[in-house]
């Protein structure tokens, strides 16, 4: 619990500290890119501070242009290692309830993030909508399909969220796979270990060369890829080569 209280307590200052001034920074120039890597790196400061270290492998499989990177998620540890992996700046959809955050959750808007309300059909569709619309203008962004964290470290089953998105923008998806962070932090602990996050870029799939009737297929071949390259212990049970509990 100590190293969880440490990132509390100083992270919080961090962002006092620093998020008034880069807020109104960002509102007068409209320049995201000194809010976006100040967070950023911060959260990744003090992530390493209490001894959990990320390695970043696959980076040469990163398109040069506009991509959707697509990641599972097994902990409140992994999305600060996958976004700290990303060489570039991106938004991320995100649940809606964050953006209520202060200074946090007017960041994450002025970052062009786009909440989602994953409650109401109508919404979600309008939120994929919307980041569809960033993406054809230059956006990279970063989803998680499975939509929620896993339980257990094992990925699960996709949302169609990812794949209608790369279809309507026409751009590559990268899958991204995070492990190791479900042992760092599990679903509902507040406690801390010092291990080690692996972050792999994997090869990108050509989302443009699937038509919108096939958002199926592209989704499970998204998912067969990011399984495949998982380590045995967080691939789905039954899923090929998987190491059953």
């Not at 938004?91 to 959750?105: D, N, T």
């Not at 899958?175 to 291990?195: L, T, W, Y």
Request: net charge positive; hydrophobic share 50%; with cysteine.
């Amino acid at each position: 619990m100590l190293r969880t209280l440490f990132i509390a307590v100083f992270l919080s200052l961090y962002i006092l500290i620093l998020g008034p001034p880069l807020l109104l920074y960002t509102l007068v120039t409209r320049h995201v890119d000194p809010l976006y890597w100040a967070g950023v790196r911060g959260v990744m400061f003090f992530v390493r501070a209490v001894g959990v270290k990320v390695r970043v492998e696959g980076l040469g499989n990163i398109p040069a242009g506009v991509c959707l990177f697509a990641a599972n998620h097994t902990s409140s540890a992994d999305a600060p290692a996958v976004v700290g992996a990303i060489p570039r700046r991106i938004a991320v959809l995100l649940k809606e309830s964050l953006f209520k955050w202060p200074i946090v959750g007017q960041a994450f808007t002025l970052a062009h993030f786009i909440p989602v309300n994953r409650r109401d059909r109508d919404s979600a569709i309008a939120s994929v909508e919307k980041a569809a619309q960033a993406m054809r203008a230059g956006q990279s962004f970063l989803i998680y399909p499975e939509g929620t964290r896993s339980p257990d470290g094992r990925l699960q089953d996709f949302k169609k969220g990812a794949s209608a998105l790369a279809i309507k923008a026409g751009v590559p998806i990268v899958p991204v796979v995070c492990s190791g962070a479900q042992r760092v932090m599990a679903k509902h602990s507040m406690v801390i270990h010092p291990e080690e996050i692996v972050v792999e870029f994997l090869e990108a799939i050509d989302a443009s060369k699937y038509a919108w009737e096939e958002r199926d297929v592209l989704n499970q071949r998204l998912h067969d890829a990011m399984a495949t390259g998982l380590p045995p212990g967080q691939r789905p049970a039954g899923f090929p080569g998987a190491r059953e509990s």
